[in-house]
């Protein structure tokens, strides 16, 4: 499937629970432009974040491949090698211009200032900004800001005081442009808006130059600190204080990505674009939540919630509209992964990786074109054991088909579990006993996933004499 260029636009949300959207059965919570979105596109039914907390999917997003390759293990860990091939890079060599609108949280903006969770002097060895990444054009915040006035530490209470610090001070977090600066103006109100403010005139410029984008729109909502305006809040008087924030947050966020759409229409660019849409991983909970109430996020039923390798963790709502290539109403049940989204692009532009490192994703293309019986690929993963012991959830997990399979690959396998996803998408049912065989296969696939990640965590995937072994090896731990 080559196309003429397609423009390409990623949208994410941060910590959106599986249920937190109508076209996924909320019946609460008003996300009337996603609705819209859905009926006009697809649905992906069983759709999976790269990783269950968010820096590692959005890696995942740019590169098709599994985080641990490169050392972007966990939010605030770690930082993008520019050793890796992006999504925007590829662009960029077929005539796209690039943009990066929102939350990075692949590395820090700045090495001069304090900014965010780690930027500034003290932590130079994290610097790794879209800008050396690909991006043309970049209006990026390293991590977290509250949503609505973003740049404004906003009044809510914890257990033991302040939640975020003095209301009314400083966030501390900046956003930051493709040169390098700092932005001030424009800077009020719904943090969607914000962001939506600046990633529609690049998508015009881009128009009005017949150039295709990448567009990337990674918004903070509904990640903490929970924050909605009264208007907002308005629309759901109905319901807690805390639920207010929350549901309001959601459907503020929901008006803008019906603002991208409508504006995509105007433009005449709907039958040339491919629209994007899902979670960096499933809804906060735990520590968070009793930190600031407002993290009323639903998982529809699905085991487990944010930093888990159960569903609740990693499976999360996400929608594909492309006209012309997609048919308005369309449902796709196979699993389906961020990781994916990078050897889709490639396919689509009729390209090749230009060398032979591992790509964990696979094309989406045939499942588009209604040839894919079955996912050829399985979908891994390894996450630090300190925070899937929070939620009592295994450190690796494998989907393949209809299966599931999770262990911490101890000797004796007694914590393994096997999940059949058709019947029992809520994980509720162990079956490993029926299907040692199959268990058994898929442990070792899970192992052999594990030695290929550690020949690329010692930097073997690259050309040069870089290493994110040497950089990271303090944080992400021993390798099995």
């Not at 996300?31 to 999917?57: H, I, K, W």
């Not at 898929?442 to 010692?458: G, K, N, T, V, Y």
Request: aromatic share 10%; glycine share 10%.
């Amino acid at each position: 499937m080559k196309q003429n260029r397609p423009n390409i636009v990623l949208l994410m949300c941060d910590d959106l629970g599986y249920g937190d959207t109508g076209f996924n059965g909320n019946r609460v919570i008003q996300t009337p432009c996603l609705d819209e979105m859905r009926a006009e596109g697809a649905r992906f039914t069983r759709f999976f974040a790269g990783g269950p907390v968010c820096s590692p999917t959005r890696g995942t997003c740019l590169t098709g491949r599994h985080y641990s390759r490169y050392g972007v293990t966990h939010g605030n860990q770690g930082r993008l090698p520019t050793e890796e091939i992006t999504m925007a890079r590829i662009c960029k060599q077929y005539g796209y211009k690039t943009g990066h609108f929102g939350k990075w949280h692949l590395g820090t903006m700045t090495t001069t200032i304090r900014d965010s969770n780690r930027g500034g002097p003290h932590h130079p060895e994290g610097f790794s900004p879209p800008w050396h990444h690909d991006f043309d054009v970049c209006f990026s915040t390293e991590a977290k800001v509250p949503t609505w006035d973003p740049m404004v530490t906003p009044d809510q209470m914890g257990p033991r005081g302040p939640a975020w610090g003095a209301p009314g001070s400083p966030f501390g977090t900046y956003y930051w442009n493709e040169r390098g600066e700092t932005i001030a103006d424009n800077l009020d109100g719904d943090d969607s808006r914000v962001i939506m403010d600046r990633a529609l005139p690049f998508i015009e410029d881009c128009a009005d130059s017949k150039t295709p984008f990448l567009a990337v729109v990674w918004f903070h909502a509904p990640h903490t600190p929970v924050v909605a305006g009264p208007e907002y809040r308005n629309v759901y008087t109905d319901h807690s204080e805390d639920e207010q924030h929350y549901y309001g947050c959601v459907t503020a966020m929901d008006e803008q990505v019906g603002r991208l759409n409508r504006r995509i229409k105007d433009l005449g660019l709907e039958r040339d674009t491919m629209i994007w849409f899902c979670s960096d991983n499933g809804p906060e909970g735990g520590e968070s939540l009793s930190r600031n109430g407002r993290c009323r996020g639903v998982t529809g039923g699905l085991r487990g919630r944010k930093r888990s390798l159960f569903n609740g963790g990693i499976g999360v709502p996400a929608l594909l509209k492309w006209p012309g290539q997609v048919a308005a109403g369309t449902e796709y049940e196979r699993p389906c992964s961020t990781l994916d989204y990078f050897p889709t692009v490639l396919d689509v532009l009729g390209c090749h990786m230009p060398d032979n490192r591992p790509v964990d994703g696979i094309s989406l293309v045939p499942l588009i074109e209604g040839r894919c019986a079955e996912r050829p690929r399985s979908i891994p993963y390894r996450f630090l054991e300190s925070e899937a012991a929070m939620f009592g959830a295994p450190t690796l997990a494998l989907i393949d088909g209809p299966f599931k399979f999770l262990t911490n690959l101890s000797a004796d396998g007694a914590e393994d579990m096997l999940f059949d996803l058709d019947a029992d998408i809520s994980e509720r049912t162990n079956i490993i006993a029926e299907h040692r065989e199959r268990a058994g296969e898929m442990r070792e696939r899970l192992s052999q996933f594990i030695a290929s990640c550690r020949r690329s965590h010692r930097g073997d995937d690259y050309p040069s004499e870089y290493s994110p072994v040497n950089a990271f090896q303090e944080i992400t731990g021993t390798w099995r």
